[in-house]
């Protein structure tokens, strides 16, 4: 058996090589957790920052813009 590769415990699969509802639950789980957590540190660069910084400028001129339009229409 290869290093990187973890015995199941007893009792995860039936006799016929099936998982339990529960190992696979315990596994999406996990996944779910790492990813969630790889999602968070990504979030904590300063590249990430840096465009979060973009994107709210953008909007914030979107928004402004959008005002603007509306304040022209308003007044014909």
């Known amino acids: 058996m290869p290093d990187d590769v973890t015995p199941s415990p007893e ?4 006799e016929a090589g099936v998982p339990s509802f529960d190992y696979v639950r315990d596994r999406i789980e996990n996944r779910f957790t790492t990813a969630l957590g790889s999602t968070e540190l990504a979030g904590e ?13 953008r909007d914030k001129t979107a928004h402004d813009r959008l005002e603007e339009i509306r304040r022209s229409l308003k007044g014909d």
């Open 11 to 14: 009792g995860d699969y039936t």
């Open 45 to 57: 660069t300063p590249e990430a920052r840096s465009f979060d910084d973009k994107l709210a400028e």
